[in-house]
């Protein structure tokens, strides 16, 4: 697909999307003149920002420009990042202390009694006896209580002790703590301690990273809304010392416009809450990827997705329908329950770099743990000795080891076959086999997750579209799709496939959402729903303004939260005007009660019970350039190879035609068995598969 910038008018509108994975980092840039490249490079994990910079100088250089000469004609950077996520998962965020409400200093360390088994996968759980609670990321010897408290009215019952306070402060300062959360019951109704304690500490200690839970959750329930503002403090330091880094070296560039950041909600964010409210970045190099198939669905007419990522450490899914991804107001965040707006995705760790192992039992098992970027797959020659899925691909002959990055790395097929070799030895299998056995496990471990992902939640995937791009999406979707019953799948314009998530984030908007939980029984009163609902639309505008967003560049979408009121399960439901009537309000409960029955059965609902408006969701969009979709060109350049594959299906190495491209499109149907290879991808069409390009230079592939 081909992007036409409507913005600029003028040289200076290249708009570039960089997205940091655990394997790689990709690049997208958007020209005015409607065409998109993509670079990529290794992730740089000791400092991220050198891959940032170095996707970018790739990717410039297929334009045959260099770094400064792309950023100087930038008129819109915007980036997805997994800095906060991978401090989360290797534990490397700042130290961090918590500030709570007397008596309630266990809450993080309790975790409402669910932690053994929050977040943990099916069969963990089913060993319970050797189940954990995670370690806390803050300890308790870094817990400070202090006396304060608001009733659930936001009364103030019982003052802030600020001398207790700062005691508490300095106390965690003394232990060494970089970051300090602050906590406080009923901070959602009235955060007026909270707000005076952040104000009193950074004061105090201004090289501490401060937070208020409130600041950055507006979640009734103590132990989510506590966990966010700890997981906002324990990546703060880091964000804050990143986003620096990213900023001064593109100004030192020659860029001068603004660098936007992705968020989990679905859109990006200033500079300024990046620093400030860094939580919201995390998972947003997936959420992008959403973005912008939900802007390819759109053009395609394709309202119901699943939408599957497949990088180097990891496979991520979600659901789109009627062109909306599935948002959660709360989610796990290794194994802590956080509460923002988050579009939901669930994940394996099942990528191209997933570790194929013998487990205690002898038994053949891939994953989740990765060799990520440094050392990589064995047949990177970088010191990697464990054999991967990626050297898998290269053992059956998917991937040509003479051709791999747009022919910048050769890879050591000799060296993957040793080491897939030696795996397979004490199974008796031949090194192909082995590598047949890797690739069909974790097929199955994918399948799984999108049968999770729509089966076990009421959706027939067979009325489903799946949207398959990352490096590796290309190579094992097909396999994935035709075990769940998924009829037809799209790798969204091709040439741009393993860089997606990178151009989604060029297709996002700068979004602020705003939040209050309360109870209202239904019928609720209109004038009720429409006074609450103007207060935080008003509260999202004026953010978007000061951000420089004129009244026409904004649109803004209300919903309501509601459960029945005996039962436990929120459900969002939209709400199509900002002046709600007695109607409308009749018109949200049935609309409730059907997407109720959708998603957890018919009759599955206590209607006798009522309904209950637990919370009002107010979302504004800032919009930034939009691209057009355009048709795609014929591929300028097609060669038509063909290499020895071993298939599993035939059991036996068959010679298979390669098409091999540059971008563009080719006409025709491509029957399977057969490879279509690209610069950054393999696309593989099994034996009883058909594919064929669109206009748009999406690739459809029908899975037999």
Not at 447 to 469: N, Q
């Amino acid at each position: 697909m081909n992007i036409d910038i409507t913005e600029a008018g003028t040289d200076q509108g290249f708009v570039i999307g960089v997205d940091i994975g655990g394997t790689f980092t990709d690049c997208a840039i958007v020209r005015p003149d409607g065409s998109a490249v993509s670079g990529k490079t290794p992730t740089t994990p000791e400092n991220r920002a050198l891959g940032f910079f170095a996707s970018i100088a790739d990717a410039a250089g297929n334009l045959g420009l260099s770094l400064d000469e792309v950023l100087s004609r930038c008129s819109l950077l915007i980036h997805g990042t997994t800095t906060g996520t991978n401090a989360l998962i290797e534990r490397s965020g700042a130290r961090t202390g918590l500030i709570t409400t007397s008596g309630h200093g266990d809450a993080t360390l309790i975790m409402k009694a669910e932690g053994r088994l929050a977040g943990v996968d099916g069969g963990m759980i089913w060993d319970l006896a050797h189940t954990d609670k995670p370690e806390p990321i803050v300890p308790r010897r870094l817990i400070r209580e202090v006396h304060e408290r608001v009733d659930f009215q936001g009364e103030v019952l019982v003052p802030l002790d600020e001398r207790q306070l700062l005691d508490a402060a300095d106390q965690l300062v003394a232990e060494g703590a970089e970051a300090i959360a602050v906590s406080f019951l009923w901070s959602v109704r009235n955060p007026v301690h909270e707000n005076r304690a952040v104000e009193l500490i950074g004061e105090r200690h201004p090289g501490v990273f401060v937070t208020a839970a409130s600041s950055v959750s507006s979640y009734v329930g103590e132990y989510e809304r506590t966990m966010t503002g700890v997981v906002n403090a324990y990546i703060g330091p880091l964000m804050n010392e990143y986003v620096r880094r990213i900023q001064e070296e593109a100004n030192t560039c020659g860029y001068r416009g603004r660098i936007l950041y992705a968020t989990c909600a679905g859109g990006a964010i200033t500079e300024a809450e990046a620093r400030t409210a860094p939580v919201q970045t995390v998972h947003s190099g997936p959420v992008s990827g959403l973005l912008g198939s939900a802007f390819v669905a759109a053009v395609r007419d394709e309202p119901d997705l699943i939408v599957a990522d497949m990088g180097g450490t990891s496979f991520d899914v979600s659901v789109i329908r009627g062109l909306v991804p599935d948002a959660r107001d709360t989610s796990m965040l290794e194994r802590f329950e956080v509460s923002l707006p988050m579009i939901y995705i669930d994940t394996v760790g099942a990528g191209g770099g997933s570790v194929a192992f013998l487990d205690a039992a002898g038994n053949l098992q891939v994953g989740p743990r990765s060799a990520g970027a440094v050392p990589g797959p064995v047949c990177y020659g970088l010191g990697g000795s464990e054999p991967t899925v990626t050297d898998a691909d290269v053992v059956l002959g998917i991937i040509d080891p003479e051709d791999f990055l747009h022919g910048e790395r050769r890879l050591d097929k000799a060296a993957a076959e040793a080491a897939i070799g030696k795996l397979g030895e004490p199974l008796g299998l031949t090194p192909e086999q082995t590598a047949a056995g890797i690739n069909r496990i974790i097929d199955s471990k994918m399948a799984d997750l999108l049968r999770r992902m729509s089966i076990l939640r009421g959706f027939d995937p067979r009325e489903f579209t799946v949207f398959a791009y990352g490096g590796g999406g290309s190579v094992h979707v097909g396999a994935v799709a035709r075990e769940v019953g998924v009829r037809k799948v799209i790798m969204p314009v091709l040439h741009m496939a393993s860089a997606w998530s990178a151009f989604g984030a060029t297709v996002a908007d700068v979004i602020h959402v705003a939040e209050r939980w309360d109870d209202h029984p239904m019928p609720a009163a209109p004038s009720t729903l429409a006074a609450t609902l103007a207060e935080l639309e008003d509260d999202v505008r004026r953010k978007l303004a000061a951000e420089g967003f004129a009244p026409d560049e904004i649109e803004v979408d209300r919903s309501l939260r509601m459960k029945y009121t005996a039962q436990l399960h929120n459900i969002e439901v939209p709400l199509t005007t900002a002046e709600p009537d007695e109607r409308t309000v009749a018109e949200l409960g049935e609309e409730f009660a059907r997407r109720y029955d959708e998603l957890h059965g018919e009759g599955a609902g206590y209607r006798e019970g009522g309904v209950t408006v637990t919370g009002f969701v107010v979302r504004a969009r800032g919009l930034t350039a939009r691209p057009a979709p355009a048709e795609a060109p014929p591929a300028g350049e097609v060669s038509e190879l063909s290499r020895r594959v071993y298939w599993s299906e035939k059991q036996d190495w068959l010679d298979t035609p390669v098409l091999k491209l540059r971008g563009g499109r080719v006409d025709g149907r491509f029957e399977g068995p057969m490879l279509i290879e690209l610069p950054d991808t393999v696309v593989v069409i099994r034996p009883g598969q058909v594919a064929s390009f669109d206009g748009w230079g999406n690739l459809v592939l029908e899975t037999g």
